[in-house]
């Protein structure tokens, strides 16, 4: 692999071969990421990229695309099968623009909407108000409970029926727990409000049976297929018969130009992956590792731990997100700076740290080995050096050994 590569441009191949060192001798906890598999990047950088493909499988715009039929349309069928969906439009770039194509499949501009607040667990296309959903939309933001830290499914509701929005957005980037998607239906449908959900963060964890699946209850529900689902990076919509064609022109011709047909390729092979046996397992083991990490690491968790792949600490100010952040890169231990829920703090230097076992668990690690990561993290947040120790760890977890 990669030897043309080195053969033609050594500068980029060094600069790759030195990112995938950082990643072998490191612990990657930032719970957005993940290792796919070598048949997922191969078929990343396959063939299918040469092609131009607007349009969908039968009705395309340019000649030729016979064969990238077959494969979006095995990818549309894989994702159908995976997740139980009624239709599946594949060609989201990412996430980002998947979610801005949903708004416009389902608001006009200035439309109420509800989603959780950024500095709640939400993301930035949930209502932050310099995004496209907070500049075009009216969002109206929930919170957690101050309590408890929890959803609070009674004021959700309620601020629902005060605003009457037509649009619930629920599925979170920094929520740690399971999410009652009846609830949210039910709460939708006293307001007439179309419910949405982001399931990027723990759609792996669904395709494995590890957490409730939204789908069942969703009109329409948006993954990346980069996180647990362990694919390429990139996203999909999943909706019910009745908005298919709605999301479909909202993607193509409404937001995107050509897809890309060699990362759709790639999720193919991901889907496949994830029917497989053995992806129940891993994603197990991922909710396993999580809790197993939430035990050794010595922070406060926000709502005390976790039920899926990733955890939040509050640093409680005695060392800003940010300088916790450094501190574990320093020693080759990835985490992200993130809010925690009531930060006084701003986003860019906020209280606490997000992080997580998708990773890891890839690499093959169990609990035993999160107890060790749990006590690698508190002596380097504790000022010792233990980028030794990361390293022999990382080393008995092979990234990629066939590279
Ligand atoms: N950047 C992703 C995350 O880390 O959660 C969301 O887009």
């Known amino acids: 692999m990669l030897a043309k590569l080195k053969e033609g441009d050594f500068d980029v191949f060094a600069l790759v071969m030195k990112e995938l060192e950082r990643q072998r001798n490191g612990l990657e906890l930032i719970p957005s990421e993940n290792i796919p598999s070598l048949a997922v990047l191969e078929a990343l950088s396959s063939f299918p990229h040469n092609k131009y493909s607007e349009g969908y499988p039968g009705k395309r715009y340019y000649g030729g695309n016979e064969v990238i039929d077959e494969i979006e349309n095995l990818a549309i069928e894989r994702a159908k099968k995976l997740f139980g969906a009624e239709h599946v439009n594949v060609q989201p770039y990412s996430g980002s623009p998947a979610n801005q194509a949903v708004f416009r499949a389902l608001l006009n501009k ?39 830290e929890l959803l609070d499914y009674d004021e959700i509701e309620s601020l629902a029926k005060q605003h009457n929005p037509k649009m619930i957005l629920c599925g979170y980037t920094a929520y740690t727990r399971v999410i009652d998607f009846r609830r949210f239906r039910e709460i939708a449908d006293s307001v007439g409000a179309k419910l949405f959900v982001d399931m990027s963060h723990f759609a792996g964890l669904v395709a494995g049976g590890a957490y409730p699946s939204p789908v069942p209850y969703a009109d329409i529900v948006m993954t990346t297929t980069h996180k647990t689902l362990r694919g390429p990076r990139g996203a999909m919509i ?72 990733l955890l939040l600490a509050d640093l409680e100010q005695k060392i800003t997100g940010k300088d916790a952040e450094l501190l574990l890169e320093k020693n080759g231990i990835y985490v992200n700076k993130n809010t925690v829920p009531y930060d006084q703090r701003k986003p860019w230097d906020p209280s606490g740290i997000r992080f997580g076992t998708p990773t890891l668990t890839s690499r093959g690690m169990k609990e035993k080995d999160m107890q060790e990561v749990g006590s690698l993290m508190n002596r380097a947040m504790k000022g010792e050096n233990v980028r030794k120790d990361v390293q022999d760890l990382c080393s008995g977890f092979p990234i990629y050994p066939e590279v």
Do not use: W
């Not at 950024?118 to 919170?143: E, M, Q, W």
């Open 110 to 148: 200035g439309d109420a909407f509800m989603g959780l607040e950024l500095s709640h667990g939400g993301h930035i296309t949930h209502g932050l108000k310099i995004n496209f959903s907070g500049t075009d939309y009216n969002a109206v933001p929930y919170r957690v409970r101050k309590d408890n």
């Open 238 to 309: 999943l909706c019910r018969q009745e908005f298919s064609e709605k999301i479909d022109k909202a993607i193509f011709p409404g937001l995107q130009g050509g897809p890309h047909e060699n990362a759709i390729a790639a999720k193919a092979v991901c889907f496949a992956e994830a029917m497989k046996p053995g992806f129940k397992d891993y994603a197990r083991q991922i909710i396993t590792n999580a809790k197993a990490l939430a035990k050794a690491v010595e922070m406060r968790l926000v709502s005390g731990g976790t039920d899926s792949h």
